[in-house]
């Protein structure tokens, strides 16, 4: 045997074996990955048991709840949220169950609350730290084991989304898509290795040939991976499109070359059948082709694929067999997808539409309002203008270093025409592209970083010699007595210091990016917990069973609510912590549902929503909007709006954008720090300002029920004030008040008297908040004879059964015009009824 077969064998037995050093590295990986993710423990946990989960995990938290109070049924519709139209789940069972079946096994089959909240909290680190295992035989399989450790430990200090998705209390389905995302390709990538070593082929599937066994194996692993992560995000068939493609390329590859590509369609089509299965019995015909929902659009793109396959390979053999030129292969492929696509848009519009609509949603920039959404907007824009400050926060020096390892794979490509190269080759250009149009999936291409960067590592590392350290130690890698002596032995001064380069190249950047990122995590903060608290305790409860599986209406119409039922208004951002903390029901949603608003063109229609009512210019416009989103004419919208100060601030103009219309808010000034710009009128018209800003002075039918303890940090809210004060002629303190309201519409008790006409009447009373701060409440009319203020503040205090608000005026209303003072008082009654009080 030469000593180049003698290499290659050792190359093909390493891919089949794992050395106790390299599992050790794995462990340590793994270890180090759980370690970091939950660095944040202690500000999750708070001293009256609440765990401080953030927004989408407190989503997943509920579903989990009312799955566990169901067992093994879980809801697939949910009236709680998007009041009053509800929403399907749009994500799948999987996660939820893991999380549940292991409550039920730690819990010995009754778990309490906060135990599952402790599995719910710790569940993405564990999932986090898995995600090492297959990363190591991702890169193993790729070239050899130090590629393998390398991205195993690359991905265990990885920054960025990946991250963030896998810390405590995120519990959140992206991890679990990272890790069956990387499985699936995993299995697919050995079932790719095995079945073109043994030339798998149909003849040795009818002779039932034992070499058949286990590159079939690993397809229907691949499948079954596929299931789990379809059963995880209804999107997942984004990665069915990666294997499509590649296989596109690889067939094409194979046709040019003259080889069998029969070892492709096999593995392919079993498994896209094997991923399909699982599936099939959570399909509901009544979404469509909803690529959002599971529906028709999972089954097409199982047969798409699995025709696909089919296509190519018959393909293959019909232009072997009339001894056409190869050239013919990719011009045959190339126009079948023309004219199928042509075809499909004439036949099925609808489903070419629903097509090119989620390759638009996952490969084009957004504009709009869903730029303002962070996780869906471009990685390498912000604000329109170009940056890689996302790309280094996500990733670090390694999506530098990918990028020339997806060259320096192509040459490889080129040169050795290796099918399992060529998938990561194709799996990392896509999500690259991928993360152009949404910085999110930036947690599935840390996948593709760390393997790649592996890649690069090692190749360094066989330049400098370390390949025949691997060669003349080979044989004693599982032998933990005899292999350092070997290493001690062979190991050079060039060696340390190439890995002590790379370590500082490609390790450190990452390792420092993660240990500043996993200091804190996200979660619902302080105020807005005191404000929520509040709220489940002192509004009226909606009359809705929160751990109940509801079925969904009939298609075209909406949920039959009880009449007890009311929304509750605020920014999207916060309607899953309205929804799980507050038991109340929110209008909109982290799903973006509720927002209202245009999409595409300003000449759409503004339609009713979070962003419509927020933005709009008066009370009464604002009033309408709540109206118009409950399709009962007779029925509000919303009863409680919750507003914080960041809706006041900085996420207004986020509010804006999704209207398509941004004009004239802010305007530029010149101060001593330059031209800033600052809010302006148009701002200060809006509902958002007449609500936090002035605290609802004025309004007739909005009156603030509670308000949450301020921060010395709202510096913003101040500048706000001061600007209104010095630019629009204003005289509003200027000082920051509660970080959250909530305010309460009511239809307002109407005060009516008489006074000589042209005379200018003044309603006023002192308002005392839940925190000791007192603003003046006034209304100014211009008699014509008589006089009409609707007022929204009880003076007399709450009744039974009705909101428990803790702010209210400290007497009564004062009706003031030339010398004359008449006192008025108003009961909640009056207030809720409407009733008109005579002066």
């Known amino acids: 045997m030469t000593k180049m077969s003698k290499i290659s064998s050792i190359q093909v037995k390493e891919r089949g074996q794992t050395s106790w050093l390299a599992a050790l590295f794995v462990i340590i990986s793994a270890l180090i990955a759980f370690y970091i993710r939950i660095r944040?423990?202690?500000?999750?946990?708070?001293?009256?048991?609440?765990?401080?989960?953030?927004?989408?995990?407190?989503?997943?938290?509920r579903i989990v709840e009312v799955l566990l109070h169901n067992?093994?049924?879980?809801?697939?519709?949910?009236?709680?949220t998007n009041y009053p139209?509800?929403?399907?789940?749009?994500?799948?069972?999987?996660f939820d169950h893991m999380i549940a079946?292991?409550?039920?096994?730690?819990?010995?089959?009754?778990?309490?609350?906060?135990?599952?909240?402790?599995?719910?909290?710790?569940?993405?680190?564990?999932?986090?730290?898995?995600?090492?295992?297959?990363?190591?035989?991702?890169?193993?399989?790729?070239?050899?084991?130090?590629?393998?450790?390398?991205?195993?430990?690359?991905?265990?200090?990885?920054?960025?989304q990946f991250l963030s998705r896998s810390t405590i209390i995120f519990t959140d389905h992206h991890v679990a898509e990272t890790l069956f995302s990387s499985l699936l390709m995993l299995f697919f990538l050995i079932a790719l290795i095995e079945a073109k070593k043994r030339n798998l082929s149909l003849k040795m599937l009818q002779n039932k040939n034992k070499e058949a066994t286990r590159p079939i194996i690993f397809a229907i692993l691949a499948g079954l991976m596929y299931a789990a992560y379809q059963l995880t995000w209804p999107g997942a068939p984004m990665f069915g499109m990666i294997i499509v493609i590649f296989a596109a390329v690889q067939y094409t590859v194979d046709h040019l070359n003259n080889r069998s590509t029969e070892y492709l369609g096999i593995i392919g089509i079993i498994t896209f059948i094997v991923g399909l299965l699982p599936v099939a019995p959570f399909i509901n015909p009544d979404m469509g082709f909803s690529a959002y929902i599971y529906s028709w659009f999972h089954v097409a793109t199982a047969f798409a694929a699995i025709f696909a396959f089919l296509y190519m390979s018959i393909v293959h053999k019909v232009l072997n067999d009339k001894r056409l030129r190869t050239a013919y292969y990719p011009i045959v492929l190339i126009a079948t997808l023309i004219i199928g696509l042509l075809a499909m848009r004439m036949i099925a519009p609808s489903i070419f539409g629903s097509i090119a609509g989620i390759s638009a949603t996952i490969f084009s920039a957004k504009t709009g309002g869903f730029n303002t959404i962070g996780e869906v907007s471009s990685i390498f824009y912000h604000g329109g203008v170009f940056t890689l400050s996302s790309v280094w926060y996500n990733f670090a020096t390694g999506f530098f270093l990918s990028l020339i390892a997806m060259v320096m794979l192509a040459l490889s490509i080129w040169k050795d025409k290796k099918p399992e190269e060529l998938l990561i080759l194709v799996w990392a250009f896509i999500m690259l592209l991928a993360i152009y149009g949404q910085n999110r999936f930036a947690y599935y291409y840390s996948i593709n970083v760390v393997v790649l960067s592996g890649y690069f590592a090692a190749k360094v590392l066989d330049m400098t010699?370390?390949?025949?350290?691997?060669?003349?130690?080979?044989?004693?890698?599982?032998s933990i007595r005899e292999l350092p002596g070997c290493l001690s032995k062979n190991i050079r001064i060039i060696h340390v210091l190439t890995i002590l380069l790379l370590l500082l190249l490609v390790a450190y950047p990452s390792y420092g990016l993660a240990m500043q990122q996993s200091q804190y995590t996200s979660g619902a903060n302080d105020y807005w917990l005191e404000a929520l608290f509040w709220m489940e305790a002192n509004t009226p409860d909606p009359g809705i069973d929160f751990l109940k599986i509801y079925d969904a209406p009939e298609k075209g119409k909406l949920f039959d609510y009880p009449d007890t039922v009311y929304g509750v208004m605020s920014w999207w951002d916060y309607g899953h912590e309205i929804e799980t903390i507050a038991r109340r029901l929110p209008n909109a949603n982290p799903f973006q549902q509720g927002i209202g608003g245009r999409r595409n063109s300003i000449e759409e229609e503004n339609k009713p929503g979070a962003s419509t009512f927020f933005t709009a210019p008066s009370e009464e416009e604002a009033t309408a909007v709540l109206e118009a989103i409950h399709p009962d004419p007779d029925k509000m919208g919303s009863r409680y709006i919750v507003s914080d100060v960041e809706m006041a601030t900085g996420k207004f103009y986020a509010m804006a954008s999704w209207t398509l219309d941004t004009d004239n808010y802010y305007t530029a000034v010149q101060t001593d720090q330059g031209v800033v710009t600052v809010p302006y009128e148009r701002y200060f018209n809006s509902m958002e300002a007449k609500l936090h800003i002035f605290d609802g002075n004025g309004l007739k039918h909005y009156r603030m029920v509670h308000e949450s303890p301020g921060t010395s940090t709202q510096g913003q809210e101040i500048g706000y004030k001061n600007v209104y004060n010095v630019l629009l002629g204003g005289n509003i303190k200027e000082d920051n008040t509660g970080y959250v309201k909530i305010f309460e519409y009511v239809e307002g008790a109407t005060i009516t008297g008489t006074a000589p006409?042209?005379?200018?009447?003044?309603?006023?009373?002192?308002?005392?908040?839940?925190?000791?701060?007192?603003?003046?409440?006034?209304?100014?009319a211009t008699s014509n004879g008589t006089y009409a203020f609707t007022v929204p503040y009880s003076t007399e205090g709450p009744v039974s059964g009705q909101t428990q608000f803790d702010v209210s005026p400290t007497k009564p209303y004062q009706i003031s015009y030339g010398s004359v003072v008449e006192e008025v008082k108003v009961t909640e009654t009056d207030v809720l009824q409407g009733n008109t009080i005579e002066v």
Not at 41 to 56: A, M
Not at 71 to 80: A, W
Not at 85 to 94: C, E, M, S, T, V
Not at 104 to 120: A, E, K, M, R, Y
């Open 85 to 94: 139209n509800g929403a399907y789940i749009h994500f799948g069972p999987l």
């Open 757 to 780: 006409a042209g005379e200018s009447v003044t309603i006023s009373t002192t308002i005392s908040t839940s925190q000791g701060r007192s603003f003046t409440y006034s209304q100014t």
């Open 465 to 478: 010699g370390w390949k025949k350290i691997e060669d003349a130690c080979y044989d004693k890698m599982n």
């Open 101 to 160: 079946l292991t409550a039920l096994i730690l819990g010995l089959g009754n778990p309490d609350t906060p135990l599952v909240n402790i599995i719910g909290a710790y569940f993405p680190t564990v999932l986090g730290a898995l995600t090492v295992i297959p990363v190591y035989y991702i890169g193993k399989y790729l070239k050899d084991r130090k590629t393998g450790v390398i991205a195993a430990f690359l991905i265990a200090i990885a920054p960025g």
């Open 40 to 61: 944040p423990r202690d500000s999750v946990f708070l001293e009256n048991g609440f765990i401080r989960f953030s927004n989408d995990p407190l989503y997943h938290m």
């Open 71 to 80: 067992y093994p049924h879980g809801m697939f519709y949910n009236p709680l």
